[in-house]
């Protein structure tokens, strides 16, 4: 059966308060809802509800007519995620880390003040391009989409289904208007594939598409005594006279191997893979960065690049993607570590002799500033190496905040907030999606906000060295709502994305903005 979606208004319970409450920091926060069974509602006191983390990225730009592929977006992870890495074999009890955050009454007055000086609002037209729930469809999509060549869309839906472990899926445009859907695969709790796919799919040049689920597949990872798997990363190949037939490269495990992958993926020019794990690696819980490499037959190569650790120096706990600058440095995030309050950094792992890799720390997130914490999204790199990104709490308003980071003549990055969402009611909150650049513009989504609480698709212009916000569209249950992934351009402008929830059958859309 279907899992029921568990409405919330999460919103409520996040970094600031509802009517004029004590700022809550990280406690005692659940998601809007989830589809995790006996595990659905924890509300746990040092998880921040980013419900998936998603990435995308596609760099076979030679196959694809649409640039704006080459981006990745990422979206938000379950309620239970830390739960579930703690709670594997030889875990420890689920510990607290208590954060003490405090809104100030002059603060609280300053973002009143400027209550009549918000974020433009710009006119556009939304259009629902595919309500899933019907049927065998599936259920909450919760990352972004890709293009092919050919101007198809595909993406992933975390639940739903066949068997309810959600799917892959095709949308094709239809001649003098519309779309069609098509299933490429659902996923199965069989002990063998992956289920609960959270992140984006990318594609090859060959046409394959592959991706990550974050449980199922052969590891021995359980939740309440039941064996749920570690999660996988699989691909799904086209067949001569339609279909898709899926391969798993690689089933991670409890051991020193990481598990629980929520981001997507990333090549390398050799056509290797990479990722990161929320879970798992040398340290136990924190995760890892891994590789994958193909061999002549059967499942893919895995090495651990990186095991993140709670040492109050690394960052732990990755939920997204991971980009390459040209120098085949990586660059990403963790949602916490660090050395200045346990909020997250941002991170640089730099490749050396004998296939070692070294760790740096560009930038670590501090609450009781001005600062952003709990980065969900990646990063996205410009022409000239300056990192762009998103955190989910903090800034001015603690609804999150966009970042660039520039690298420093003589070595180390200094960070610039670049906007504070949530300065008005209409504003956007809680950004969960990585950025994407067009014409120099940042584009995204928040998954909460607006005049409907349903969340936004927004646009942050800089001029003269300062950036200015425009919430092009704001979301409401009916035309869906709360988007966790990010947004992507076609050839002549529209974007697309996806909600988790609204639409016909309140189960998500895959939507269209158009100028």
């Known amino acids: 059966m279907r899992n029921t979606l568990q409405r919330r208004n999460w919103i409520s319970r996040m970094y600031l308060p509802v009517a004029g409450a004590a700022l809550a920091g990280r406690a005692g926060i659940s998601g809007r809802y989830s589809p995790i069974g006996a595990s659905a509602d924890i509300d746990h006191p040092s998880f921040i509800p980013t419900n998936s983390a998603y990435s995308l990225i596609s760099r076979a730009s030679a196959t694809t007519a649409y640039p704006a592929s080459e981006v990745r977006f990422c979206g938000v992870p379950p309620d239970n995620a830390e739960a579930l890495v703690r709670s594997q074999p030889g875990g420890l009890i689920m510990q607290s880390k208590k954060h003490s955050t405090v809104l100030t009454a002059a603060l609280a007055i300053f973002a009143l003040a400027l209550l009549l000086t918000g974020p433009r609002a710009l006119a556009q037209t939304e259009k629902v391009v595919h309500n899933f729930g019907n049927g065998k469809d599936g259920v909450q999509p919760r990352a972004g989409l890709i293009f092919d060549a050919s101007g198809n869309l595909y993406g992933t839906t975390l639940t739903g289904g ?6 892959a899926f095709e949308l094709s445009p239809k001649t003098g208007g519309g779309w069609t859907e098509k299933i490429l695969h659902s996923f199965q709790n069989n002990g063998k594939d992956g289920y609960w796919p959270h992140a984006s799919l990318i594609l090859d040049a060959k046409g394959n598409l592959y991706g990550t689920t974050y449980q199922g597949g052969t590891g021995l990872c359980t939740s309440n005594s039941t064996v749920i798997g570690c999660g996988v990363v699989f691909e799904l190949s086209p067949k001569t006279g339609g279909g898709w037939t899926e391969k798993i490269l690689h089933s991670f495990s409890y051991g020193t ?48 690049l990186h095991s993140f650790n709670d040492n109050r120096t690394d960052g732990y706990y990755p939920y997204c993607n991971l980009v390459f600058d040209a120098a085949r440095n ?51 790199l410009d022409s000239a190496g300056n990192l762009y990104g998103t955190t989910t709490g903090g800034g001015v308003y603690g609804y999150g905040t966009a970042f660039e980071l520039s690298p420093k003549t003589g070595g180390g990055w200094t960070e610039t907030v670049l906007y504070s969402f949530g300065d008005t009611t209409n504003d956007g909150q809680a950004p969960y999606a990585d950025l994407i650049f067009n ?22 212009v800089s001029t003269a060295g300062s950036w200015t916000e425009t919430v092009l569209y704001s979301f409401s249950d009916g035309d869906g709502g709360g988007p966790e992934g990010g947004v992507i351009f076609d050839t002549t402008g529209n974007l697309y994305g996806t909600t988790t929830y609204g639409g016909t059958n309140d189960a998500g859309t895959v939507f269209e903005v158009t100028p």
């Not at 014409?439 to 349903?454: I, K, M, R, V």
């Open 162 to 167: 066949a068997d309810d472990g959600g799917t």
């Open 257 to 304: 191997d990481g598990n629980y992958p929520y981001g997507s993926l990333v090549f390398d020019a050799k056509g290797n893979l990479y990722g990161t794990t929320y879970g798992g690696g040398a340290n136990t819980y924190y995760g890892t960065v891994f590789e994958l490499v193909p061999k002549a037959s059967g499942p893919w190569a895995e090495k651990v």
């Open 330 to 380: 990586l660059y990403g995030t963790t949602s916490s570590g660090g050395s200045l309050g346990d909020y997250g950094v941002v991170f640089e792992l730099t490749p050396g002799a004998g296939g070692t890799w070294t760790e740096t720390i560009l930038h670590g997130f501090l609450s009781n500033t001005n600062d952003g914490i709990t980065p969900n999204a990646g990063v996205i």
């Open 439 to 460: 014409g120099g513009n940042l584009y995204g989504t928040t998954a909460a906000g607006g005049p409907s609480d349903g969340g936004t698709a927004f646009e942050l």
